[in-house]
């Protein structure tokens, strides 16, 4: 997934009101771009770190630049663009990169499914597969030795999804949880039994109804994230 056309870079001044987040360009000269990223978003937006973001082109957009990548203190890459996660599981599906998912199988993308009127991030069928549910989830807060944690705040959201898996498997599915880390300091993902306790249980209650838990690492530069790699995923707390 190269950046097209590529990026620009400044210092971030502060990020706030969820959606936005000022900066300074190396000229002086001050910007706020629109921030997709719904989350707490700690330990990625810290002011003077150094990100990077794109420029639609738009003029009609009272916020035409998005913010896209962040460096840290550590020298870890970190994409907050969370609506690039989906893309990225789909191509590291389509690149083999993570076996129990057939890398031939017809993906559809935003398919209602579920008693709690939801849509299932990606769906996996064709060739006579199961159909496979897929919901997918950015993780960027690290914690102590290269562990990554999932959510970075109390998500009723997400415990819906991971109910709404738990009904796909009843009905004879496959299932499946896929954190998408593009965070290049993380080298295993725990769900954050310190942040969201229940979110942790029902990450239990769900490998044990049958749902599998996967992770998908990404390298990540200036000029793209590139999914690498299956990470280990410790359900335990």
Not at 117 to 142: A, F, H, P, Q, W
Not at 168 to 178: D, E, K, N, P, S
Request: glycine share 10%.
């Amino acid at each position: 997934m190269e950046f097209s056309p590529p990026l620009y870079s400044a210092t971030l001044i502060k990020r706030y009101k969820r959606f936005l987040a000022d900066i300074q360009g190396d000229d002086g000269s001050e910007m706020t771009l629109h921030c997709p990223n719904t989350g707490a978003m700690t330990s990625c937006a810290e002011p003077g770190w150094r990100v990077w973001y794109s420029d639609s082109g738009n003029p009609k957009r009272k916020y035409p630049c998005t913010w896209e990548l962040v460096q840290n203190d550590q020298g870890h890459w970190i994409c907050v663009n969370t609506g690039r996660a989906n893309g990225l599981a789909e191509l590291g599906i389509r690149n083999g990169l993570l076996e129990s998912l057939a890398a031939d199988a017809d993906i559809r993308r935003e398919v209602r499914y579920g008693s709690e009127n939801s849509r299932i991030d990606l769906l996996l069928s064709g060739n006579d597969l199961i159909s496979c549910y897929i919901e997918v989830k950015s993780v960027t807060l690290l914690g102590d030795n290269g562990r990554g944690y999932f959510p970075d705040a109390v998500t009723a959201r997400g415990q819906k999804h991971l109910r709404e898996l738990m009904e796909m498997v009843q009905q004879g599915h496959r299932a499946v949880l896929l954190f998408v880390v593009p965070h290049t300091g993380i080298e295993r993902v725990s769900p954050a039994q310190h942040i969201d306790p229940e979110y942790a249980r029902l990450c239990r209650e769900a490998v044990g109804a049958g749902v599998e838990f996967l992770a998908l690492g990404c390298d990540i530069d200036a000029n793209g994230i590139r999914p690498i790699r299956a990470l280990p995923v410790d359900l335990l707390p």
